[in-house]
């Protein structure tokens, strides 16, 4: 059952971003990218640019990081936006990917009920996982290998391993999804800033830890090897790549805001040259 939702999710992004107007079917690029990315609604601004001056259709998996470089493993997607730095090293030793691009960030925050019943606010990272545990706090977790579950976990690696106690739930799911379910039960939450600043209006949490160190959240391009036959279409990866590095699409993602205040900064705008 959790397959077939999985799968269902996957099928219906895909419904949604393949067939918008302006583009061929003649060209598709297949993306992989980070749910966090899809949620915060970034691809809505991006995507329709990018087909409509290539002619093409751009059909998006929105998944967690760790699923979405095993995709480019196999070859079925042409390329990547994931957040998990050391997992994007491994990808490229290995010969999965020919070119990683710096694209974007933003910052990673804790969110929780306005109580703070684990009396963690204002703390680190790794000390409001440890202080969440020792009180049996509701802690929800993503637990499904992506960027922000990977963050998460070298989080809990410093504050010395994580235990177990009812409280703690992993999800399953993106970050949208799961934020909800953190909503839902009252729990505290690792999740993105972008993600947060799209949806913070319309739930009851709060901020609670936004500073300290490693919280800042790298995004990048990657772009898929070439297995060398018709299923990976590296000419319109890196035509893709050259446009989310570009002036007009880092200015894009610099514009983008909610309530006047940016989900992503630009990595590569200042080093775009002067027109």
Known sequence: ?????????????????????????????????????????LLEVLLPAFEKNNGCRVDLVATGTGAALKLGESGDVDVLIVHARLAEEAFMEAGHGSRHEPLMHNFFLIVGPKDDPADVVGTDPALALKRIAEKKARYLSRGDDS?????????????????????????????????????????????????????????????????????????????????????????????????LISAEAQKQIADYRVQGQPLFHPDRLEQEPSE
């Open 147 to 243: 960027g922000t579950h990977q963050r998460e976990l070298a989080f809990w690696q410093e504050a010395g391993g994580r235990p177990e106690w009812d409280g703690f739930v992993e999800s399953g799911q993106g970050m949208g999804a799961t934020l909800t379910m953190a909503d839902e039960k009252g729990a505290y939450v690792l999740i993105d800033g972008g993600t947060w600043l799209k949806r913070k209006d319309s739930l009851s949490l709060i901020p609670i830890v936004t500073e300290g160190k490693n919280l800042r959240n790298q995004y990048a391009a990657l772009v898929v090897t070439s297995k060398g036959g018709p299923q990976t279409n590296s000419q319109l990866a890196n035509r893709f790549v050259d446009f």
């Open 1 to 41: 059952m959790k397959t077939f939702a999985s799968w269902l999710a996957v099928t219906s992004t895909l419904v949604s971003l393949c067939y918008l107007p302006g583009c061929e079917d003649s060209q598709v690029l297949r993306l992989a990218s980070t749910t966090s990315t899809r949620d915060s609604g």
